[in-house]
């Protein structure tokens, strides 16, 4: 855990109302806590152990305004990419830009926000997040060819594998971390559709990074 504890000599006061004189900082004592484990931090906050909890996955959110509906939550879209990253420039199938829009048209990534993530996610969420509304344009807001790129469209993704020469598909190592292996799993029975065999290497994040 880290405890910050109020300096009574601070030199600010509240920028946000400064016809009021306010001294900062308001609280006498800050703590953070660091629990690894779930479970023990949810039933933290359940109990009141704790007074504020970030990054709670929206499975754990609803249930948790199930058993509090008295506590507060606040929603935001958190930058949780599904991201797979291929040697364009010199390496086949890869620096063909058929075969890179039939893998992005095979991927269901409407159903990945519905049914994985229960809805509570973007397709669109790069380079802007949804989280700042003064910059973030909707995918809705976008010409149709772009809206038609974030479908799920085997039927064309097929027909663009077989111009490009690969009627027959592939194989595909991916190294991904433990963590993303079930989002992972959708995309491999996505791409299978295709034609198109994606191999899951699972690792440890340290070993995966390493």
């Keep these: 855990s880290v405890s910050l504890v109020r300096h009574s000599g601070f030199w600010e006061n509240d920028p946000m109302h400064p016809d009021l004189d ?3 900082p308001y609280p006498d004592k800050l703590s953070w806590v660091n629990i690894r484990d779930q479970s023990t931090a949810m039933a933290a906050l359940r109990t009141g152990k ?3 909890m970030r990054d709670v ?3 754990d959110a609803l249930r948790m305004k199930e058993d509090r509906p008295d506590m507060q939550l606040t929603q935001y879209v958190y930058h949780f990419t599904i991201g797979i990253l ?3 420039d010199i390496e086949a199938p890869w620096n063909d830009k058929k075969v890179r829009h039939a893998l992005w048209l095979a991927m269901d990534n409407p159903g990945i926000v519905n049914e994985f993530f229960g809805g509570y996610a973007e397709v669109l969420s790069a380079p802007i997040l949804p989280s700042y509304p003064d910059w973030y344009v909707p995918l809705e807001e976008f010409p149709e060819e772009t809206q038609e790129r974030y479908t799920h469209n085997p039927a ?3 027909q663009l594998l077989k111009e490009a020469g690969y009627e027959d598909g592939f194989d595909i190592t991916l190294n ?3 963590r993303e292996a079930d989002v992972y799993s959708i995309v491999k029975a996505n791409w299978a559709e295709v034609g198109i065999n994606l191999i899951l290497d699972v690792r440890e994040p340290g070993v995966h990074s390493s």
């Design 86 to 88: 291929l040697r364009m």
């Design 57 to 59: 996955i929206w499975e």
């Design 176 to 178: 991904i971390r433990t």
């Design 156 to 158: 064309k993704a097929r």
């Design 50 to 52: 704790l007074d504020v």
């Design 22 to 24: 306010l001294q900062l």
